[in-house]
């Protein structure tokens, strides 16, 4: 498949404000990317997400991809998309981080997406760091403890 046609758009699901709080961080450190949509759940207790859902799909072609980035593995917005996920060009990440939205926001669309999804994840565990424990093994070793 000719991947120059092909649009990779993103969609940013939590409970509450966490993914335009994401959003915020994004715009700040990368700028603005084209095609991020968003899904604040329980925010509005008028809005339905499956109608979110299914109007964000409404946005996405056959031949582009959605990345899926959700909070947390096994709560109701993931299950939520998880339906969806059976489509080939839909891709759904629990758990994220900055790190992890922002490798797949800046990757290469030649580059096929599982591979970059695998990479993002990769770097994002790298990111989890407990940094009190790492100055702490940092003096010891450097002897100023």
């Known amino acids: 498949m000719d991947n120059s046609d092909k649009t990779r758009k993103f969609l940013i699901a939590t409970h509450g404000t ?7 961080s994004l715009d700040i450190i990368i700028g603005s990317i084209d095609h991020v949509f968003l899904i604040q759940a329980y925010v ?3 809005a339905s997400i499956e109608t979110e859902i299914k109007e964000i799909l409404e946005k ?3 031949h582009d991809e959605l990345i899926i980035f959700t909070d947390i593995l096994g709560g109701s917005i993931t299950n939520q998309v998880l339906q969806h996920s059976l489509k ?4 759904i990440i629990s758990g994220f981080n900055l790190p992890l939205i922002i490798d797949i926001m800046l990757a290469d669309t030649q580059t ?3 591979e970059v999804i695998g990479f993002a994840i990769d770097n994002a ?10 100055l702490t093994t940092e003096n010891k070793e450097t002897g100023n403890d």
């Open 18 to 24: 966490l993914a335009a709080g994401t959003k915020s």
């Open 44 to 46: 509005d207790e008028n």
């Open 60 to 62: 996405v072609n056959d």
């Open 88 to 91: 080939s060009n839909v891709h």
């Open 112 to 114: 096929p997406i599982k």
């Open 125 to 134: 565990k790298e990111q989890m760091v407990y940094v009190n424990k790492l």
